[in-house]
């Protein structure tokens, strides 16, 4: 047998020359993108196109040396030798960077690259160490430190460090499992969870990657302003009040400023980004080498730096130098600046605040070392509201009574409340950046070794930097200093500036231009992501982000992406941006986890990660801590990211383009439908739980398309999108000649089916005869326990018509076969009257006569079809019939009680039809039936004579029914029935055949009606009467359906009985049940 590789589909070609062997070899002179216009040989099914086997390079040249592949001929039209496959293979390359994945990428679009070349150091490692080092490194981790204490914040960072070891772990089996085109985490997440997973997650992983670029940005404006250049405010405070509201003004400013200088850089030229991305990592490296070395310079040489404490209160040296109330000169005790702040005046009589003047003040080293043993004092949490005092636990103070804290008064104040929760939420952006490397994929000389060893191995770094820090930080620096945010007790200098080793300035000048570069490659990342998810054309509204420049530079992306950013900025707060990012990179690590935990579960057979070092377990961990995490953090952020990615979700589910990624959610569906389909099967369905799983039978016209479209619109207003629905059809002749009509057939029943919002399955047969297709139809149609139990199909109005002989023969068979599977039939007649499902009926009846009781399906459909906006407003009506015997007025009240228990509103009427008798126009119309029946059995007419008889037959009731109240009630003779065949008729046909059976003849003109059949007509006759009269403007009338007759020889006379009774009516709904009680009482 031919070999067909699953995961290298070819396009399917063939020769011009039918007669000739081939052979395919590449063509190195195939200019790029030919395609040749062939049809395929073989078995006649194309194949996608693939970039590893390029079938337009290639051409017969030569026959098989030897014949020796004679056999494989036709084959070797659309599936390749394995020589030529196993060559296509080695000399492949990955595809320049796109967004478009290597399975759909057309020849037209491929262009020369040069082999990537960079390894793990370089690519994967380093970016990630840059990425994930950052920020809040140098700006808040002191703080954490100090707030949280020694163990809690070792607890902090160990969950984010072990969050995102996990989702390394998870992203390394994936990132392994194949070829990743560029895209990164998107990518891989998108192919792997579907479209709609991996457009909300990609759109949160973008947002969250803008935050980071405005997070960044406000970073490098706090340190200019509060470290580099304080006097550089724009905005300046009129009261130390308002000190905090300038500042976030100040922030804003620079912050805007600093994101169009940011925004033009990119614009310019991502190259530039791309070379400075090395400086930065420089300045990242050396600032944290500077404060190894400052921690190793304070266990034997600890520097001078004094924090002045009053009582146990840290004061703010940004006013005053001396640490002293009072000075001792030659000339007697002068006072100090701390005194003026302090105090009314500065003369020694002077009125001083009470807690100054009651409490001494003392001086304290800042950063006494790592061998002083304040690591004990730092070792448990001090958290605390807004505008309390940062002071030092155990100094001895005299509290004052109702003390009032004026912001005049130089003492270092929190800014904020802290809990442990919202530590998190602040902490948690820098171990984010874990992505780096499998974003580089396509730049990589061998991305499934690269991606897992150089992410994990920066994890474990950045973790052991994170990790050590906090313990040395503990151990170093004096608690009040640790929670001292913005350095006020140090003359506002940087804290961990003030460690390190041998200037300040090395971390002053490495954080800038660290977090400088950060927000530069936020803002180049973020807008390629958005870029990718525009042009893969899951979100229709995004597609115009997916243009950009000539060179592919994403400039609506780019633009998009910094008026996100300036939300960010505007917020103006680091504290308040890093939760909102946090939110975004969780949700994105969670899907991560989830994807590889479904991957593994499921057992797909092309989950072949080479990275062996993963278990769902590890997976389903990691998920669940991220969304643990996301609630720790903020819950009220959680739940509104949450609300935003399944907006997306279902935006992409509803508006999204089809895309079949053979991704995870797709099998795990498959999964859960068999799952739930053996259930189904064990046992037999609950009445309460019965509902009309519908087969819909349709018919098509010469040109595959549906004949009777209003039957799906009657379909969709009766299931409202539940339960099961099947739309069939039946293609007559045989499925090798007819396959390309029955794809034809069942693409226009989908498109008919998503503009009617028909929700079901279609199912399309090819029969020898329309006969036996319906009849395969009806008992195969469905899975287990997922089958139809009810057939919709609509009256066929041409069944007295010549030129379709059989369609009233399918018809009765039909009925015959369902009442044999046991199932109920809805047949509607007129179908063409029926609404659309943009009509709004306002007013009317939905009427339902039920004269036999079939299991109360009759009360069940008008109930459903009322859920529906068509059908709400009309009221439903029941009528039935009472015999001579019965008692009527009993009748409706058992029948309003019987309502009342299946809580169905419905006005109640018993009609009463009187035994009399039979009208001599039932007699005549009875006995034309049977003559037409005995007529075309016996002679042999022609097709314009059996028209011409149809005809004259149709006539000759339409003009008896009209004359019906003049008739006398007295049953007419056989001899005074008007016969429409004439005894000049009957010379000229025997003169045409003298061999034809004269008896037969003369039978016409003896012909007595059978009395069944005149019982039959009598009571469709008498029943279409009382519809009428009740009836006639209802909306829709649903009737009990007589079952066909026994003996087959009455067929066409069942016809003529279902055709009486619904004379006149303009919407009619036949119903035959299946026996089955499908309505209940009880609850």
């Excluded at 040749?36 to 040989?41: G, L, T, V």
């Excluded at 163990?151 to 194949?178: H, K, Q, R």
């Excluded at 003004?249 to 530039?272: I, P, Q, S």
Aim: aromatic fraction near 8%; charged fraction near 20%.
């Amino acid at each position: 047998m031919p070999t067909n590789f699953t995961v290298v589909p070819v396009e399917a070609r063939a020769d011009g020359d039918q007669d000739e062997a081939a052979e395919l070899t590449e063509a190195p002179g195939a200019p790029e993108g030919h395609e040749p216009d062939c049809s395929s040989r073989g078995d006649g099914q194309s194949r996608e196109s693939s970039p590893i086997i390029n079938n337009g390079d290639m051409e017969r040249e030569s026959f098989f040396e030897g014949k020796n592949m004679a056999l494989f001929e036709e084959e070797m039209d659309s599936n390749p030798m394995v020589s030529s496959l196993l060559n296509k293979l080695a000399n492949y390359t990955n595809l320049s960077q796109g967004v478009v994945e290597h399975e759909e990428a057309e020849e037209s679009r491929r262009r020369e690259v040069k082999n990537p070349g960079m390894g793990t150091f370089i690519g994967v490692y380093l970016p990630c160490l840059q990425n994930i080092l950052g920020v809040i490194l140098f700006l808040r981790l002191t703080w954490i430190v100090g707030v949280a204490g020694v163990l809690e914040s070792f607890l902090i960072v160990f969950m984010c460090c072990t969050c995102t070891m996990l989702t390394a772990i998870s992203m390394s089996a994936i990132a392994t499992n194949g070829v990743v085109p560029a895209g990164g985490s998107y990518y891989m997440i998108s192919r792997s969870l579907g479209p709609e997973f991996g457009g909300a997650v990609g759109l949160c992983f973008y947002l969250g990657t803008t935050f980071a670029g405005a997070m960044y940005i406000l970073g490098t404006i706090e340190i200019f302003l509060t470290y580099i250049s304080p006097g550089a405010s724009i905005i300046h405070a009129q009261s130390p009040e308002g000190e905090a509201v300038a500042m976030l003004h100040n922030m804003r400013v620079y912050g805007t400023c600093t994101l169009v200088l940011m925004a033009m850089v990119v614009f310019v030229g991502v190259k530039y980004v791309n070379k400075l991305a090395l400086v930065f990592l420089a300045c990242v490296v050396l600032s944290i080498l500077a404060i190894y070395a400052g921690v190793i310079k304070t266990a034997f040489d600890p520097p001078d730096i004094p924090v002045c404490l009053l009582g146990n209160r840290t004061l703010s040296r940004r006013n005053f130098d001396v640490c002293a109330k009072v000075l001792t000169t030659n000339n007697g005790t002068v006072t100090t600046a701390l005194w003026g702040l302090f105090c009314n005046n500065s003369m020694p009589s002077a009125i001083c605040d009470e807690y100054f003047a009651q409490n001494n003040l003392t001086e304290i080293q800042g950063i006494p070392g790592v061998a002083s043993g304040v690591f004990l004092d730092n070792l448990w949490s001090v958290y605390t509201d807004k505008g309390v005092f940062v002071e030092k636990q155990g100094t001895p103070s005299v509290p004052v009574p109702e003390e009032s804290r004026s912001s005049k008064l130089p003492y270092v104040l929190t800014d904020i409340m802290t809990y442990f929760t919202m530590l998190v939420g602040i902490y948690f952006p820098s171990v984010t950046g874990i992505m780096a490397g499998s974003n580089r994929s396509g730049d990589l000389r061998d991305a499934q070794k690269s991606i897992p060893t150089g992410t994990i191995l920066a994890i474990v770094t950045t973790s052991f930097i994170y990790l050590s820090c906090i313990m040395l930080f503990g151990a170093c620096i004096e608690g009040v200093i640790l929670r001292d945010k913005f350095g006020e007790a140090l003359q506002g200098n940087l804290v961990i500036g003030m460690l390190a080793w041998p200037s300040p300035w090395v971390i002053v000048i490495g954080s800038f231009f660290s977090t400088c570069g950060a927000g530069l490659q936020s803002l180049t990342g973020a807008p390629r992501l958005l870029q990718a998810i525009a042009r893969d054309g899951i979100v229709p509204f995004l597609q115009v982000f997916g243009h950009g420049k000539a060179n592919g530079e994403p400039t609506w992306a780019l633009l998009l992406t910094a008026l996100i950013c300036e939300i960010g900025i505007l917020i103006a707060s680091l504290d308040s941006v890093a939760p909102i990012l946090s939110m975004f990179f969780l949700m994105c690590y969670m899907f991560v986890n989830l994807a590889c935990a479904v991957q593994t579960l499921l057992r797909t057979p092309n989950w072949r990660p080479r990275f062996r070092y993963y278990h769902w377990t590890l997976s389903f961990l990691g998920m669940s801590l991220c969304l643990a995490l996301m609630f720790i953090c903020s819950w009220y952020y959680a739940l509104f990211a949450m609300l935003i990615a399944g907006c997306i979700y279902k935006y992409i589910e509803y508006r999204g383009a089809e895309k079949e990624w053979g991704d995870g959610i797709r099998g795990l569906s498959l999964n859960a439908a068999r799952y739930a389909l053996l259930r189904v099967e064990h046992g037999t369905l609950h009445t309460k739980n019965w509902r009309p799983q519908v087969l819909v039978m349709l018919n098509l016209d010469s040109e595959q398309c549906v004949k009777h479209p209003r039957l799906l619109s009657f379909t969709t207003q009766l299931k409202a999108g539940k339960g099961l629905t099947i739309v069939g059809s039946v293609l007559e002749g045989t499925y090798l000649d007819k396959h390309a009509e029955a794809q034809q057939a069942e693409e226009n029943i989908r498109s008919l089916m998503g503009i009617e919002k028909t929700k079901g399955f279609c199912q399309l047969v090819v029969s020898s005869n329309l006969r036996d297709g319906m009849s395969h139809l009806i008992q195969s149609a469905g899975l287990g326990g997922m089958k139809h139990n009810t057939v919709l199909m609509a009256w066929p109005e041409s069944w007295k018509e010549e030129d379709n002989p059989f369609s009233w023969k399918n018809f009765v068979d039909t009925v015959r076969d369902t009442t044999a599977a046991q199932q109920a039939l809805l047949v509607a007649k007129n179908v063409d009257l029926f609404p659309q499902n943009q009509e709004r009926f306002s007013d009317g009846h939905i009427d339902v006569w039920w004269i036999v009781h079939d299991g109360g399906l009759l009360m069940l459909l008008p109930f459903l079809l009322r859920q529906h906006k068509v059908w709400r407003k009309c009221r439903m009506r029941i009528f039935t019939v009472a015999q001579v015997d019965d008692n009527s007025i009993q009748m409706k009240k058992d029948l309003q009680t019987f309502l009342y228990h299946l809580r169905i509103s419905a006005e109640v009427e018993v009609v009463e039809m009187v035994e009399n008798d039979i009208s001599a126009f039932t007699y005549e119309k009875t006995l034309v039936m049977e003559q037409r029946s005995q007529m075309l059995k016996q002679m042999q007419l022609s097709k314009t004579e059996r028209e011409r008889e149809a005809q004259l037959i149709h006539d000759r009731n339409t003009a008896s029914h009209s004359v019906v109240a003049a008739r006398t009630r007295a049953p007419p003779t056989p001899d005074k029935v008007q016969m429409t065949w004439t005894k000049e008729k009957l010379i000229a046909e025997k003169l045409k055949n003298k061999d034809a059976n004269m008896s037969g003849f003369k039978d016409l003109f003896s012909l007595k009606p059978n009395q069944s059949n005149v019982r039959r007509m009598h009571t469709a006759v008498k029943l279409n009467g009382v519809v009428l009269n009740k009836s006639q403007d209802a909306q829709l009338v649903l009737l009990n359906m007589p079952g066909p007759p026994k003996n087959r020889q009455g067929d066409e006379n069942y016809m003529e009985f279902l055709e009486v009774l619904t004379e006149g009516l303009n919407r009619v709904l036949l119903v035959r049940g299946s026996g089955r009680e499908v309505i209940t009482i009880y609850s």
